[in-house]
């Protein structure tokens, strides 16, 4: 079964900074697709970015983009010039080519200090 | 569009009562998704559909809990009879057909059973 681990609880960076939230994931199939969700308080869960496994191109967002390394399992969120509108939850989140469901990990709440 | 609608947005109730969950999906997704969102096992999938039918309902905790799609557009999540840890968000999501996409999500109901 595929598993998704985010290993930062809970993050912190000052305004107008860059942060790299992590995340990996165990999958022995070969096209799937990745996604990150954000969650402010208002709790609507929000897509920020997605990737095609089967894309090698990094996806890009505005000041959001991703670290896609398929060998590793490894989709890092990387935010530039973070904004006091970042701060929520964040999740990780992958879905399997073959199956409709979206398995999520257990977020990182990102905290913008100003 | 005014996308994945949920209703109510907050319910209390009383441990024994009947609790019904309420969704309405994007018009033209074919794709319906049941979640719950704990702080101990963050994002569940309960249930989804395809084409109103329930394609995997392994999620589904106990017999207590039930969900139907009688049409393209409306979908209920009932839970009879409640209990205390049922509390929980409850999230709505769909998505069309043939999309590389992630789902769009509802704004979530919060459950609190007393």
């Known amino acids: 079964a595929q598993t998704v681990t985010q290993s930062q609880p809970e993050m912190s960076v000052q305004e107008a900074e860059t942060v790299t939230l992590s995340c990996t994931y165990d999958t022995s199939e070969s096209d799937y697709y990745l996604f990150w969700y954000k969650q402010p308080p208002s709790r609507q869960m929000i897509l920020v970015i997605r990737q095609e496994a089967y894309k090698q191109q990094n996806a890009t967002e505005n000041r959001f983009s991703v670290n896609f390394q398929k060998a590793a399992k490894s989709f890092s969120l990387k935010i530039s010039d973070s904004q006091l509108g970042d701060a929520a939850m964040y999740f990780c989140a992958y879905r399997s080519w073959m199956n409709d469901k979206i398995i999520f990990g257990k977020g990182t709440r990102l905290h913008i200090l100003p | 569009d005014a996308g994945v609608i949920q209703s109510p947005r907050h319910e209390v109730t009383e441990m024994g009562q009947e609790v019904t969950l309420r969704c309405k999906p994007i018009?033209?997704?074919?794709?319906l998704f049941w979640y719950r969102q704990t702080m101990m096992r963050g994002l569940e999938l309960l249930i989804y559909?395809?084409?109103?039918?329930?394609?995997?309902d392994s999620g589904m905790p106990e017999d207590r809990f039930s969900a139907k799609m009688p049409n393209a557009s409306f979908s209920t999540l009932k839970i009879q009879p409640s209990e205390p840890r049922d509390s929980a968000v409850y999230f709505c999501?769909?998505?069309?057909?043939?999309?590389?996409?992630?789902?769009?999500f509802g704004s979530g109901t919060r459950l609190t059973v007393v």
């Open positions: 559909f395809n084409n109103n039918v329930p394609i995997d």
């Open positions: 018009s033209g997704h074919d794709y």
């Open positions: 999501a769909s998505r069309e057909d043939g999309g590389n996409y992630g789902y769009t």
